[in-house]
């Protein structure tokens, strides 16, 4: 990176191609929910609620398993201009659907359900204002209240044992091209000019769970991929340290 | 109320029968939205959008006339334990409408949609945290997103004329009969012990334009009915106060 | 009232201020039913069918305690133009969920659940013909319909004890503001002219189960709510007069 | 039928195999609908209401020709046990669209849309009671119903020129065998014994419009459909005198 | 038939009036299913797959009897232009629900419910292309696939006894009148023409299971109908002869 | 690869890990669809039908560009158990949604909508047989699909000017890792013991469209992501030759 300058002018917010936006992950930001997390990554807020129950699906009952599942939504008017809600519609969209599905698989990687127990783990995360990247932020906010739930359960004996129901920790983060340069963690501005768009999501220890690339204007080659891969590690490495941060800092669990 | 100790001793946040929670208005919470309100009752948290577009709905195509609608909805963990949400249900439940057509209609009635023009303005209200009182706390935080949205119209253009478009303003408070004493503002734990219910939607100049009464356990006689209705004359006019402060105090106007 | 001719004259059907539209209440107008009532205020005739079941609701079960619940609809063509289905509209409206949650809560206001029982009452009140004050006739004709029905469950000794299940009766009227005069029922024609509409359910012994006002078209002071309050008093101690008659001088019950 | 004495036990209500239950066709039952009858076939009342509509669906538009077509529905208590509502299931069933369609085919074979002109007629059929032969009551009596709406039509000068909109009419009547003897117009208690039905609708000038004849237990040869047509015919033969005697005998048509 | 020459012109593929198109009856087309057949009428193509599951639905629970029953449906594109998706609808239209009614009633008319034990049997008919007599193939062919399915139950022990199953086999057929003239099995450009058409489903041993006339264009005489009923004799006794070839002529039952 | 025999044996059909199943595409498998192919990847089989229409959905018109979208279904017994219908069901799942969502941008990355005109192409993936690998099947087949009506509409007319619709072919295949093995092309039998699974989209000039990576069972690294999307870049290779054998030895165009 010899000419910094350059590359620094390519992005709208003044950020370096390799720069996270600024992330805050505030914990305990409602009453309810046995982990409720705000987290944003610049202008994108999404409010990650963890529901514990005891018991599990009718299709679960006796596997000795627990089950962990999520739900993403959009407020109406978290975007710049407003969108029918999906109740009044009467029916959830193919994009929601799938990125509620993306972030339930992402969490479970990480779970071991058998430790869990039979009980379950809901996910809500509400987009309450959307700049690009919802499914990532929700997925890293998702992983802090679903480790503050996992702790009220055990606290509360409801989880059983002493085998660590969480074997990892999960975050993701959105990368792409965007005139030719490859860039992290994208805003509305350069998702929409992006010619590929690519969300991946990393444990802890820096494995794979989902890498999901599309070429939303131009097919990409093995290089410009590999590019990518690279950036996405850099940049869920930095969120892992932020999702620790917030675990360690934060005041005395909720009673 | 020669014995205060007694009568605020039945309360269980210890507040006299004729008080309300703390309540704040925050204004211009989210970067979208025309008008953008995060109204608190106590535990309770509304976030109110107002959306400005121009035009209006077909059947009122030609009319000259704007239109106001509002739509009330709940996060899923909102409250403390979880719902599903209606998008997945696929309907819309009788108490989400129901409280959806009171909070516009009581816009509507003081908006002069004939000096809004051929203009829409869709509330959204969104329930992040409910402790009783979300459908007054969402009137009344409602009716101040109206009105910076009505004032961007303005200064858009897109609203045309100097007659006010907002005849005036509109407040709503919840007032109860709990073990035989008329309170004001009503949190959950007082909500579901209350004999009788009663949601009441007063104009800035002290006019009624809903009074809905329940009763919830035993039926109730005039002199309740009077008592209630003095109890809420004096709480919308605390919320009138505190309406018109939030709008004269905040920051310069969005641009 | 000094001045009746001109009170009089006001209203399109020549009825003085507070007087109600002929009201006729005809029970076992169906042959199925444990009660069937045909309830016409005026025009309007509305159906009001009881159906007794033995058994609850699952989350009911054990309680000891019945369920009463009611549904309202209209017929296509109830009114002066048609309206699509609710059914092949495919949900049901916002009105429609509403009115059929109030004609629930006022019958259950007057009902002993505990004497109930584990038994079920589901009241279809059906709009044949609609000429306003459509859900304060269907509260009244379904208490007539109820107490049928509560009376076959006695008889059949699906209802053990002999508590009384009907703690007191139940009716309601509309009441509004027009041309600036309280009136008392209103037509339809009165109905979309007026300022102001409210509904008031009373129990037989004069307490209010429900005060429903809203302002139509310009909010109310205290003093018309008053006049309103007393307008509804009397009418339904007329309509609570009626019901006792129907139930007195009926032929015998169904075996 | 040389054995009258042994076929009429057979009935539950002592009619003869070939005898209609008593048949009531009241005109002008409602106050809206340009056309509104209440039929009776016994115990089965369909309330029939035509609603003439100047214009017809975008579809249509442009072709000079109008639109005729029928909804039928079943009240939750018609029957003898509550049946769910199907505004309330979100759906309408496959037995309602069946008949529904059924309804509207008769009826277009007896109509000149060109004649009609751009007008839509809808039917609407509402079974308040049933018990039997409800589909076939409800040709019946919608026929009658669409006469005046014609007529309406007419009068108004909606339906322009002279050419007969009516070509014929139509009616309908249940027919089947029961323990082996083929009998007409099935009461509900004989329609779950009978081993085959059948549905016939028939022109006034005896031409057949519908058969459908379903083996409801056993499978039925060529000489028991024949039974079963020429009972239909005389059945049908007496159901048009009766259209003919309402049409002729009712008061004057509506202003 | 002196005129063939004359009758044969009138057919648009060159058949006789009283002649099948050619008629293919593949058995075992799929690896699952436990018979599945394509049935083809001419350029009509309908898989027809049976599912045999242990168990009935609920409400035949401890009745010793099984269940049968049918869904039919249609690729989008199985006609010249294409259609919607029912699922992206979000509900199942008029047409579908009532043939998917009909295959059902016509396979169980001959089906021992008893014999067959509390087993479920269901019978998907899926159109890939659609020349007219789509619901008649289905029939014929799921007829086929049922017996597969039944053969494939006795051999698992999962229905006992040594009692039939099948009590007869059924095939269907469409009639019509076109120009005037009496014609068997209508491909599309037939029967968009017909002025009458009807589906008959007979049994094996030559019994009426269903008779469906509707007239498309004109009402019919009795004349007619019997000449439409024997044209429809002689086809379904071609088809049952074409069914029991299938079922004798296959390779070895699936183990 | 020194130990092929070990390799080989590791894969139930004894495919070796890089090998496709045998793979066929059929052209013109239906009479209607201007593009029908059946493409079968071994035991999966996928109906692909391209329906060209002219015109665009509304809010395309004006802009000069073509559409194309897809959707994908399966058939109830497509799979070993038969699934509930979407369209009983009421609702189209979110596999469903994710899959059709998949194909639809796949296809538009080699299509050039402004070469295309405002003209509308709709592929409907229909899955009779499902054995793994459906929704990489059912992108193989839909671009051959496409192809033929693109070749449909310039032989037509209807798409005008001589720049080339079609910028690159796409195709799709299957990798994953089974036992620590990366293999190509995963049968139902290989994807559900799969630690990974891998969708993995490429142009005929082998640049990536979509690389859809999830970890079912463990996270994976890169050397592992590695390893699968060398396989796929040879598979997809292989699949590109087939796409342009089919199209170049099929007979004649259809008219």
């Known amino acids: 990176m010899t000419t910094p300058t350059t590359d620094t002018s390519a992005r709208s917010d003044g950020r370096r191609p390799d720069e996270l936006r600024p992330v805050t992950i505030t914990r305990r930001w409602l009453d309810a929910g046995e982990g409720s997390v705000l987290v944003e990554f610049g202008g994108t807020k999404v409010l990650c609620v963890a529901s514990f129950t005891e018991g599990v699906p009718r299709w679960k009952k006796g596997s000795g ?14 975007t710049s201009t407003r969108s029918d809600r999906e109740s009044v519609k009467g029916r959830v969209g193919g994009r929601t659907h799938e990125i509620s599905r993306l972030i339930g698989r992402s969490l479970r990687a990480v779970v071991d359900v058998s430790a869990l127990g039979e009980n379950t783990l809901v996910l809500d995360c509400d987009v309450l204002q959307a700049d690009g990247g919802t499914r990532t932020a929700a997925i890293t906010g998702a992983w802090v209240a679903l480790a503050d739930a996992v702790a009220w359960g055990q606290r509360r004996g409801a989880i059983k044992g002493s085998r660590p129901v969480l074997r990892d920790s999960v975050a993701a983060v959105s990368v792409g091209i965007v005139d030719g340069v490859p860039v992290l963690d994208l805003p509305y501005v350069e998702d929409v000019r992006a010619e590929t768009d690519m969300n991946v999501v990393v444990t802890g220890s820096g494995l794979f769970v989902e890498v999901q690339g ?22 869920t490495t930095e969120l892992t340290r932020l999702q620790q941060l917030a675990l360690a800092t934060d005041p005395a669990p909720r009673p």
């Open 65 to 78: 398993q627990g089950w962990v599942t999520a739900e993403y939504a959009m407020l109406p008017r978290a």
């Open 214 to 235: 599309t070429a939303e204007q131009a097919p990409f080659d093995r290089r410009e991929l590999d590019a990518m891969l690279e950036l996405a590690a850099a940049g």
